[in-house]
């Protein structure tokens, strides 16, 4: 296999373009939960460890899921599943990005080090949670209610009320859009044994369940906006374009319709965050200009 295919394989099997849900919304964080600007040194370490632990998580999934993979329609062309990407070279991912994120969180400060072990347990436990409870969905919201909680850890060694209304909101967001991706393997999980929210509660019930994560994500912003002293009518303004994108995001997926979960999923969720870390930019350099 030439390095370009393989380079390929890698990249589908980690799905590095979904680091875009991740990385924009924990940049907004540093910005909304510093103190003191930190040094370049640290915001490269907070950034390694992001992508670090994202690759871990992603790596521990495929690895997991493999013999589901191998048999469900939708994944089963995918490189681990058809065999492109061994077993090991999966391990020896996860061992080097779990070596990455620690090392980075040993670079951060020594809470981050102590409290880097709850992270990697997570990501080990979300692939698995599909086996044992219909709400594996939480699992993966919880990974990302700590990126607050750990950019916090990280500029301030402390957990404050904001970072924790912060998180609720990254968690709940996640959360939505994965109940939403996960109505594509619906028969699918039904079939083998999987669990899921749309297979405890229905189609129908998983997108009114979906809708209530989004919502709380939704007041979670505001009252984000209304913890933060920097707060100006700019980041109210952004969160009513947010809700925009949201409204819209559940308006393409029916009960009778899943065709346009992709477009739901990544394009649109891909925008809320992006757009989330602009408003929060913008509205830091506004309010640090006086307008």
Known sequence: ?????????????????????????????????????????KIFYILLALVAARTLGMALNRLVDKPFDEKNPRTKNWPHARGL????????????????????????????????????FLLWFYPFSKRITYFPHMVLGLVYFLIPIAIDVALNERISLIAVILGIAMASWVSGFDVLYSLQDYEFDKSIGLKSIPVRFGIAGALRIARLLHLITFFSLVATGMLYPKTTWIYYVGLGLISAFLFYEHSLIKPHDLSKINKAFFTINGFISILFFLIVVINDFYFSRGF
């Open 1 to 41: 296999m030439s390095l370009s295919v393989k380079l390929k394989a890698y990249s589908d099997l980690l799905k590095l373009e979904h680091t875009i849900f991740a990385l924009p919304f924990g940049l907004a964080s540093l910005f909304i939960l510093y103190q003191r600007f930190p040094s370049w040194q």
């Open 85 to 120: 990407v061994k077993d090991w070279e999966i391990k020896l991912i996860a061992l080097f990005s779990c070596g990455i994120f620690v090392f980075s969180c040993y670079k951060i400060n020594l809470l981050a080090l102590t409290l880097s072990p709850i992270v990697v």
